[in-house]
T-cell receptor, first 111, second 114 residues
Framework: AQRVTQPEKLLSVFKGAPVELKCNYSYSGSPELFWYVQYSRQRLQLLLRHISRESIKGFTADLNKGETSFHLKKPFAQEEDSAMYYCALRRYGGATNKLIFGTGTLLAVQP | DVKVTQSSRYLVKRTGEKVFLECVQDMDHENMFWYRQDPGLGLRLIYFSYDVKMKEKGDIPEGYSVSREKKERFSLILESASTNQTSMYLC?????????????FGQGTRLTVV
């Protein structure tokens, strides 16, 4: 079964501090991992995906298959990063497989 | 620009009513999804569809059904609405093509069952 775990409901940091949002997954096959973000009063949107290995808005995430983790990191938080962040998983290479989300972490960046 | 449009932003229905939530996408995506979003529970998958007339249950299908008669439209049906179905409902679509599996979301429908 697919499962995504985000252990923190809320993460509060000060502006300029480093941020790490945790995501662990369980899946027996080869996973494709994503981070989605929802800003206040906006629709959910993709932030980044592991296969792209890119940095978006200063955020990066590395897939660690040994630890089954896909933590989201940013070295210096900005107030505009305040949002709800969701980690998501689907089967890599599958065209029709379901997309499963974690419970989300609310990031609050204090001035 | 990908558009996923849900027919209503807000709905108020009575217990026992049959409720239809409609979702339309304009990018010829194969996959469509219905989630409910609740505080502390995140997004939970109700049903998804990978082709016209094809559907699979998600993690919480009880009390719901779906219909996909056309590729662009995916409907969520609450057969007999109950108060515990009060929630935010999100529709999403995605391509099945490798490298384009990003899901695009609608704006959500906040359903209140009284």
């Amino acid at each position: 079964a697919q499962r995504v775990t985000q252990p923190e409901k809320l993460l509060s940091v000060f502006k300029g501090a480093p941020v790490e949002l945790k995501c662990n997954y369980s899946y027996s096959g080869s996973p494709e991992l994503f981070w989605y973000v929802q800003y206040s009063r906006q629709r959910l949107q993709l932030l980044l995906r592991h296969i792209s290995r890119e940095s978006i808005k200063g955020f990066t995430a590395d897939l660690n298959k040994g630890e089954t983790s896909f933590h989201l990191k940013k070295p210096f938080a900005q107030e505009e990063d305040s949002a709800m962040y969701y980690c998501a998983l689907r089967r890599y290479g599958g065209a029709t497989n379901k997309l499963i989300f974690g419970t989300g972490t609310l990031l609050a960046v204090q001035p | 620009d990908v558009k996923v449009t849900q027919s209503s932003r807000y709905l108020v229905k009575r217990t026992g009513e049959k409720v239809f939530l409609e979702c339309v996408q304009d990018m010829d995506h194969e996959n469509m999804f219905w989630y409910r979003q609740d505080p502390g529970l995140g997004l939970r998958l109700i049903y998804f569809s990978y082709d016209v007339k094809m559907k699979e249950k998600g993690d919480i299908p009880e009390g719901y059904s779906v219909s996909r008669e056309k590729k662009e439209r995916f409907s969520l049906i609450l057969e007999s609405a109950s108060t515990n179905q009060t929630s935010m409902y999100l529709c999403a679509s995605s391509s099945g093509k490798q490298g384009r599996t990003e899901a695009f979301f609608g704006q959500g429908t906040r359903l209140t069952v009284v």
